[in-house]
């Protein structure tokens, strides 16, 4: 038996029969989620009903740099690993919503865990509910971005809900990463800090540089996008596999554009709780 080959985005064979199963919009076809029931009805509520759950996987190895450790620097090499496993595990994902006709992706999750097949080897993973809208946008046009690719979006359907009520839509998620070597101190410096209260301003700064990259370049990628502004901001850091001294800074957020231009938020209403 011949094994069937991925498609260029690299989604297997498997996972696109699972995906023409689902056989969005006929009678009798059925779709699946993972959002929570209250964010299923808040999705549908905001006029998009979800078709089907979608996942991009990348088992990635990253390598080793050589640096000069007793200087603040960032692992380019590194830096690049962790964006690129990421960004071909949300391509598989997109690839995965575009074959059933999404207009985008809500609740997206990216994970990364460490896999036992070796120290330097980890599974990036991308999975959302791919949905459909029941209506074009206010004013005509796609809920697609710019890109011609469905929208991905990490907001929780709640937040979803939110955004599309105050005339904003989503355009995709957007990242940045730095993966950073924060020198040791020398011996002098760790015996004359001894005892007393001060900064440590070498240690201070390389933080202070790791996350500002972080921070540029997922805001470059909502500049491409051509986005109003970037919410639901995380920055995180992860030290995975490689010791104290050497960090990631992962930055994340949802980039959205406004609706229309002339668009109103509506007046928050007021409730109050009857619980004592």
Known sequence: MTKEQPSAEGVPADAMRRLSELAPGKAGSIFTSDLSVN???????????????????????????????????????LSQAMYHARELAMTRMEAEAAALGADGIVGVRLTVEAREFGNDIAEFIAIGTAVKADNPPPGGGTWRNNKQQPFTSDLSGQDFWTLIRAGYAPLGMVMGTCVYHIAHQKMGTVFSNFGRNTEIEQFTQALYDARELAMARMQSEAESLQAEGVVGVQLNAHNHRWGGHTTEFFSIGTAVRPLRPDHEIERPTMVLSLDG
């Open 39 to 77: 964010e299923f009805l808040l999705v549908r509520e905001a006029g998009f009903k979800p078709i089907g759950l979608v996942l991009g996987s990348s088992i990635y190895h990253v390598g080793i740099q050589i640096g000069r450790w007793g200087r603040n620097q960032e692992l380019e090499t």
